[in-house]
């Protein structure tokens, strides 16, 4: 024995544990381990070595609005979008979160009025059309703040100072949306776009609203490296944002935003630069449509075989990143269970040990569930034979 010697540094986890044919199988939160598969085939594309030294500092990049950003992760986020253009860059502050979840917090924030603007001013209000993402009601609450306060569904709103949250394509459903109330008092829309890629849907236009969240857990699978950034027009509420995140957490991480630049660049680079090698085996998007199309294809041949569901229709568009035509193959399925005795789905499947969410959680009817798309082969497939099983 060497007394001398240190423990080895622990085995990073590996997220859920592995599953059997008749485990649990838990497709309740969007859990992107889907995209492990390809990652474990770029190699040092998408590798990072940090020495003891580096990324001390609380300081990034001291003259921009967003101080804590990395520089290259400035970059590698706009090089992305003008790949595969979804959204517009020129004109617009990049601002980091610890996930697009901080950011939607810090939006919240920067949108409403400040504390003491006007005696007794109300909470402004924050609304999205149900069926809404789940997290939207829990995370505007969780505080009790005095600044902001949900207010439900979007398209029964009445009022014209709110906070209107579009997310498209829709979590839980995969709906294409648009902003449902006019910004014509003075309401302001937050569009979470972290599914707006090209695995998923269609890129039909680049998108140029005031406030576009993006997150790496949805575009190229990264939830656990929790950056998120949102694409902001006006430099104020960029300061705002900022702000937010300077009282909440001092900043992001800067390791994680060095892990997330070299992943979008090792994303780009399999597009731009096609004479590196094999390149083309490493088109993220290529893979995850591919992916996705033949998930959705096994989870529709279940639902036809069972008899007893039903999903939304497939519809498809023109995709201006592939230039050809392309289905929406949503992150979520949004499920209907038909059986007349069956009045809450989760329930339902959660007796045959599947764990989906509620559509009551999203502002809907129970008769439906939310169930993720992006878990790993192993899982997915035993969902999908278990489900096609059920009458
Ligand atoms: N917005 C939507 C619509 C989501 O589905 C999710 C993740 N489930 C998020 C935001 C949060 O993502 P992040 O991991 O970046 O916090």
């Keep these: ?41 770029t190699g040092a594309a998408a590798e990072i070595v940090i020495p003891g030294w580096q990324t001390m500092s609380y300081f990034s990049d001291v003259g921009n609005v967003c101080w804590f950003l990395e520089p290259g992760l400035d970059q590698e986020v706009r090089r992305v979008h003008r790949l595969v253009g979804n959204a517009a860059v020129d004109g617009y502050h990049v601002v980091v979160g610890t996930g697009s979840t ?10 409403s009025p400040p504390a ?3 005696a007794g001013a109300a909470p402004m209000s924050v609304v999205s059309t149900a069926p809404y993402y789940s997290s ?35 979590n839980p459903d995969g709906a294409i949306r648009e902003a449902v109330l006019s910004s ?31 997150t790496v857990s949805k575009s190229t699978g990264h939830a656990g490296t929790r950056i998120g950034w949102a694409l902001v027009k006006d430099r104020d509420v960029a300061r705002k944002m900022a702000k937010f995140i300077e009282l909440n957490t001092i900043g992001v991480s800067k390791d994680s935003q060095l892990r997330a630049a070299k992943v979008l660049r090792a994303v780009s680079d399999a597009y731009e630069l096609p004479e590196a090698g094999d390149a083309r085996r490493r088109r993220l998007f290529d893979y995850g449509r591919r992916k ?15 008899g007893i569901f039903s ?19 949503p992150a979520f399925a949004w499920l209907r269970c038909d059986r007349e005795d069956v009045e809450d ?41 278990r489900l096609s099983s059920l009458r």
């Design 311 to 329: 999903l939304s229709e497939e519809t498809s568009a023109l995709c201006n990143f592939t230039k050809e035509m392309a289905v929406t193959n």
């Design 1 to 41: 024995e060497d007394p001398l010697s240190v423990p080895k540094a622990g085995a990073p986890s590996t997220g859920k544990p592995a599953v059997t044919p008749d485990s649990v199988i838990n497709l309740d939160h969007g859990d992107p381990t889907m995209f492990e598969e390809f990652w474990r085939g």
């Design 292 to 306: 996705m199309v033949e998930r959705w294809r096994m989870l529709r041949g279940a639902a036809a075989a069972s």
């Design 102 to 111: 901080q950011l939607f917090m810090a939006a919240l924030y920067a949108l």
């Design 116 to 118: 003491g603007a006007g």
């Design 136 to 170: 939207y009601p829990a995370v505007t609450d969780f505080l009790r703040s005095g600044l902001f306060r949900w207010a439900g569904d979007a398209s029964s709103f009445r009022g014209d100072t709110y906070i209107e949250l579009v997310c498209s394509p829709n």
């Design 345 to 385: 789905c989760a329930g339902f499947l959660r007796a045959h040990r599947i764990l989906t969410r509620s559509g009551d959680q999203f502002g809907a009817d129970p008769r439906y569930v939310r169930v993720s798309m992006l878990d790993r082969d192993d899982a997915y497939d035993i969902f999908v034979k």
């Design 184 to 214: 014509a008092g003075s309401g302001v829309a937050v569009h979470d776009l972290a599914y707006y890629w090209p695995q998923y849907t269609a890129i039909t236009k680049r998108a140029d609203h005031d406030v576009m969240l993006f």
